[in-house]
T-cell receptor
Framework: DVKVTQSSRYLVKRTGEKVFLECVQD?????MFWYRQDPGLGLRLIYF???????EKGDIPEGYSVSREKKERFSLILESASTNQTSMYLC???????????FGAGTRLSVL | RKEVEQDPGPFNVPEGATVAFNCTYS??????FFWYRQDCRKEPKLLMS???SGNEDGRFTAQLNRASQYISLLIRDSKLSDSATYLC??????????FGKGTRLSVIA
């Protein structure tokens, strides 16, 4: 069974902290994605990666960075968390050439 | 113009009713189309792909109209468990999926 695991379901951080959100998939997928989801705004793509050590900016990359050192792991980094980054963060993966995206359960981040 | 547009709802329907959602997309080069379902406080999951000739999966029917650039989802004999947000999703070529903001459905006993 397909599995995308996000390290935390809930996270509370303070303004200015460096935050790491981890995502691991066990399906040997090449492509991985980070989204944030906010009420009324839907899913917005932050960054994605088509291969190890590769990254591409999505629609809203400002304030975020990513790391893909291993194929199965894609990390989202908030260098200096701000209150407007309070959101639900969703990781997803998909095999190369395929279209069906599998999501993790999400991390609900609150920045105080 | 937004890439994928949906009526946010909510659609409140009684059990057993038939309900239809539409979605429009702006990129005429889009090649693949899907409906995802998202339950409250859960992650989106694929409901069904949408094929050019239209396709059915049990009580669910999806249709694509390329000329008018819209996709529809029809749910027959609604169940309480159908209550969720339905996301219209489009793949414009060799780029990431584009998600609509979703249409919320509440099926009422």
């Amino acid at each position: 069974d397909v599995k995308v695991t996000q390290s935390s379901r809930y996270l509370v951080k303070r303004t200015g902290e460096k935050v790491f959100l981890e995502c691991v998939q066990d399906m040997d997928h090449e492509n991985m994605f980070w989204y944030r989801q906010d009420p009324g705004l839907g899913l917005r793509l932050i960054y994605f990666s088509y291969d190890v050590k590769m990254k591409e900016k999505g629609d809203i990359p400002e304030g975020y960075s990513v790391s893909r050192e291993k194929k199965e792991r894609f990390s989202l980094i908030l260098e200096s968390a701000s209150t407007n980054q309070t959101s639900m963060y969703l990781c997803a993966s998909v095999a190369f050439g395929e279209n069906i995206q599998y999501f993790g359960a999400g991390t609900r981040l609150s920045v105080l | 113009r937004k890439e994928v547009e949906q009526d946010p709802g909510p659609f409140n329907v009684p059990e057993g009713a038939t309900v239809a959602f539409n979605c429009t997309y702006s990129n005429s080069a889009s090649q693949s189309f899907f409906w995802y379902r998202q339950d409250c406080r859960k992650e989106p999951k694929l409901l069904m792909s949408v094929y050019s000739s239209g396709n059915e999966d049990g009580r669910f029917t999806a249709q694509l109209n390329r000329a008018s650039q819209y996709i529809s989802l029809l749910i027959r004999d609604s169940k309480l468990s159908d209550s969720a947000t339905y996301l219209c999703v489009v793949k414009p070529g060799n780029t990431p999926l584009v998600f609509g903001k979703g249409t919320r459905l509440s099926v009422i006993a």
